[in-house]
C-alpha cells in the first residue's frame, strides 16, 4: 500500500508546524459563531435510540441497559477511531494489546479459551461485522469517518430476540448521518506522535435526493516497549465510500458502500516451535468491500415495513498461519403492525447466506477449506400497555444455525415509569452464542497426526440472564443509570484431551456465572461545566463439568477487571473554545498477569473560525500502561499527543 505519510519525526514536527500557524492566523476572518452549548441534561434523557425495540423511543424509558455515546460525545472526546469513541461507555471494557488489536467485551468473558472476544453482536449502519469464522469482530477492519457519526447506541446484557445469535453480553449499534446532514465540504488532519490521518468528504443536499462519498487514510506508528524498543504493529489502511438517501412519498431509500485496504506488522513473539516449523510472522493484510440498502415504507395507523440488503466482502491474509475471502449476502425484513388496542406488534425474518475459502497452512487449516453456510430466523415481539405506566414486553427469536440448528432466544421485559422522571425495569432473557468453523473445523497439524481439532459435538453457549434496572432524573442537572445483573452460562467452550491422549480438542464442558453492577450519570455544574461518572464492578465464576479436564478453562474469568471507574469533565471556556478531561480506572487482570492502570486523557478545542477548529489531543498523560493480552507486558500504551484540524464549507 501506497505511505500517504512522512516519517515518524516529521510527523512530530508537523504537529508544532500545525499549532504554531494556526495560532498565527486565530484573529484573522470571521469571528467565532459556534454555540458549545450540549443538549440539556432532560434533553439528552429523551434521546430516541432503535437498538432496544428495534423502532424509536425515547431513551429514558427504554427497557434495557443502554448508554449512548452522541456525534458531540465523539468530537469532544477526540476519538481517533470506533474502539477510541467505544472507551466512552462506562457498561463497555475496551482494552487495546497493540496499535490496531482490541479486546472489547461487556459484562465479562473478554475472550473465551485464549480467544478473542465473541459474545458481542457489533453494526455499522444495520450491517453485522462479525466473523463468521470465530464469532468475534477484526476491529482493525472496522473503520468509519467518525465525523459523520450519528450516535453509538451500546447496550450491555442480551439482544438475541431482535438480533439473533451471538448477542449474548451486549450489542453495540453505529449509527451514521444521512446524507441530508452532510452536505457541504469536509476536510480533516491529524498528525501525531503515534502517527497521522487524513480524511475528506463532498456531500449535496436536494429537494428530494441527497448523497456524499468520503476518502481516509490513516497511519499508525509501532508502539514500544518499556524499554523503548519498538514492537513491530505499525498500521497502514486507506477507505473510500459514499451514501445516498432520497423520499418518494411514503417511501424512504438509502444506500451506502464502503471500500478499504489495509496492512500492519504482527509484533513478533520470537521463534515459537509449534508443529516443529518456526513461526515467523509475516505482514497482515486486509481489504474489503460492502453494499449496503435500505427501503422503508410506512403504512396507514402508524405501521411501516422495512426491508434491508447487504453484500459484503472481507479478505485477510495472516502469514504465514491463514487465509480467508469471504463473502456475505444478508437479507432482512421488518413489519410493525398498527396498534391493536393495547398491543404494538413488530415481526420480521431474516436470511443470510455466507462463502468462506480459506487457504491453509501448515501451522492451522480449516477442513473442509470451503464452505458454504446459511443461518435464517423469524421473530416476534409484543409491546402491551397493561397500565398507562407499566408496559410488558415478550418476544421470541427462532434462529437456524449450520452447527446445533435451531435455537430459541426468548425475552421478557417490565418498564414502569414510576413518575414523568423515573423508570423502572426488569428483563429476563435466554440467548446463545452458536459454533463457528473455530470451533468445529480448525485443525493444528502435528507428529499424531494432528495437535488440536475441532469438536465435532461441539454445542451453543448458552446464557440466562436477569437484570434490575433504574433510569431516572432527580433534579434538572442530574441523572443517572443503574442495572444489577446475574448471567447465568452453560456449555461454554473448553479444550480437552482426547481419550486417547493423543491430540486436544474442543468440547463444552464448562459453566458458570456473572453478576455485577453497572451505573453511570451526568451533572450540568453550570451552564458552561458538564460532568459525567461511570462504574461497573463484575463477579465471575466458572467452573468445569464433570468429564472436563481443561485445567486451564476456569482461568478465562482473569481476563475481565472486577472494576472500572471513568470520569469526564466538560468546561466550555467561552463559544469559541472548550477542555475535556478524561480520567478511567481499569483493575487488574490475572490471566495474562496486567497490573491495574489510572489513564488521564485531555483535549483542548479552539474554533479559530466558523468553518475551522483546532484541537490538541494528549492520551496516558500519566504515563505508559499495558491493556491486555499476552503482550501488553511489552506493547505498553504510551504517552501520546497529537493536532487536529477540521475546516467545513
Excluded: C
Excluded at 118 to 138: E, H, T
Excluded at 416 to 444: E, G, I
Aim: no cysteine.
Amino acid at each position: 500500500m501506497v505511505n500517504f505519510f512522512p516519517s515518524r519525526s516529521r510527523q512530530r514536527a508537523l504537529v508544532l508546524l500545525i499549532a504554531s500557524a494556526l495560532a498565527r492566523h486565530a484573529d484573522a476572518g470571521d469571528p467565532p459563531t459556534v454555540d458549545f452549548a450540549d443538549l440539556s441534561i432532560e434533553e439528552l434523557a429523551s434521546i430516541q435510540v432503535t437498538s432496544v425495540s428495534k423502532k424509536p423511543e425515547g431513551l429514558q424509558g427504554a427497557p434495557a441497559s443502554v448508554f449512548v455515546i452522541t456525534a458531540d460525545d465523539i468530537r469532544r472526546a477526540g476519538a481517533r477511531s470506533v474502539p477510541d469513541a467505544l472507551r466512552l461507555a462506562p457498561n463497555l471494557h475496551v482494552a487495546q494489546g497493540s496499535s490496531y488489536a482490541n479486546a472489547i467485551s461487556a459484562r465479562g468473558l473478554n475472550g473465551s479459551n485464549n480467544s478473542a472476544p465473541n459474545k458481542l453482536l457489533v453494526m455499522i449502519d444495520g450491517r453485522s461485522v462479525y466473523a463468521p469464522l470465530f464469532s468475534g469482530v477484526f476491529w482493525d477492519m472496522q473503520d468509519v469517518m467518525l465525523e459523520d457519526v450519528e450516535r453509538i447506541e451500546v447496550i450491555s446484557g442480551p439482544g438475541g430476540t431482535l438480533w439473533g445469535v451471538n448477542a449474548v453480553n451486549g450489542v453495540i449499534n453505529i449509527t451514521t448521518r444521512s446524507a441530508q446532514a452532510t452536505e457541504g465540504s469536509l476536510a480533516m488532519l491529524r498528525a501525531g506522535t503515534d502517527g497521522a490521518d487524513l480524511a475528506f468528504r463532498q456531500g449535496y443536499r436536494g429537494a428530494a435526493a441527497s448523497w456524499r462519498v468520503y476518502g481516509k487514510a490513516l497511519d499508525r506508528s509501532r508502539s514500544e516497549d518499556a524499554a523503548g524498543k519498538a514492537v513491530n504493529d505499525g498500521w497502514q489502511q486507506g477507505q473510500i465510500g459514499f451514501r445516498a438517501d432520497w423520499e418518494r412519498g411514503a417511501d424512504v431509500f438509502s444506500v451506502n458502500g464502503n471500500v478499504y485496504r489495509g496492512s500492519h506488522g504482527q509484533p513478533e513473539p520470537g521463534e515459537i516451535s509449534v508443529t516443529g516449523t518456526d513461526l515467523r510472522l509475516g505482514r497482515i493484510r486486509t481489504e474489503g468491500a460492502n453494499l449496503t440498502g435500505r427501503w422503508e415504507h410506512a403504512l396507514d395507523g402508524g405501521a411501516s415495513l422495512s426491508v434491508q440488503a447487504y453484500l459484503d466482502h472481507t479478505r485477510r491474509d495472516v502469514p504465514p498461519t491463514f487465509a480467508e475471502s469471504l463473502q456475505v449476502a444478508d437479507l432482512q425484513l421488518q413489519h410493525s403492525l398498527p396498534a391493536l388496542g393495547r398491543h404494538a406488534l413488530v415481526w420480521g425474518a431474516n436470511y443470510r447466506h455466507s462463502w468462506d475459502d480459506v487457504t491453509n497452512s501448515e501451522i492451522i487449516a480449516f477442513l473442509p477449506a470451503k464452505v458454504e453456510q446459511t443461518w435464517s430466523s423469524v421473530f416476534a415481539q409484543d409491546e402491551v400497555s397493561l397500565l398507562p405506566d407499566l408496559r410488558l414486553t415478550l418476544g421470541a427469536r427462532v434462529e437456524r444455525n449450520p452447527y446445533t440448528g435451531s435455537e430459541f432466544l426468548p425475552t421478557a421485559r417490565l418498564a414502569w415509569r414510576l413518575a414523568p422522571r423515573h423508570a423502572l425495569w426488569a428483563a429476563a432473557s435466554r440467548t446463545v452464542r452458536a459454533p463457528t468453523r473455530l470451533d468445529a473445523d480448525a485443525f493444528v497439524p502435528g507428529r499424531a497426526p494432528f495437535l488440536l481439532r475441532g469438536g465435532p459435538t461441539v454445542r451453543a453457549e448458552v446464557a440466562r440472564v436477569f437484570e434490575l434496572g433504574y433510569r431516572g432524573q432527580p433534579l434538572d442537572a442530574l441523572s443517572y443509570s443503574a442495572t444489577l445483573f446475574h448471567h447465568r452460562y452453560d456449555h461454554l467452550r473448553t479444550q480437552e484431551v482426547d481419550p486417547t491422549q493423543t491430540f486436544l480438542t474442543f468440547g463444552s464442558l464448562m459453566e458458570g456465572q456473572a453478576t455485577g453492577i453497572e451505573m453511570w450519570g451526568s451533572y450540568q455544574v453550570s451552564a458552561a461545566w458538564r460532568t459525567s461518572a461511570g462504574f461497573t464492578a463484575l463477579h465471575e465464576t466458572l467452573r468445569l463439568k464433570a468429564g472436563s479436564n481443561d485445567e486451564a478453562g476456569p482461568g478465562t474469568a482473569g481476563k475481565d477487571p472486577a472494576h472500572s471507574f471513568q470520569l469526564r469533565s466538560n468546561y466550555a471556556l467561552d463559544d469559541a473554545r472548550d477542555l475535556e478531561l478524561g480520567l478511567r480506572k481499569v483493575a487488574a487482570l490475572e490471566n495474562p498477569a496486567i497490573p491495574a492502570y489510572w489513564a488521564l486523557d485531555a483535549r483542548f478545542g479552539w474554533r479559530l473560525r466558523r468553518n475551522l477548529e483546532l484541537s490538541v489531543v494528549g492520551r496516558n498523560l500519566n504515563g505508559s500502561h499495558g491493556e491486555y493480552g499476552a503482550l501488553a507486558s511489552r506493547a505498553e500504551l504510551d504517552r501520546s499527543l497529537w493536532v487536529k484540524l477540521v475546516w467545513t464549507n
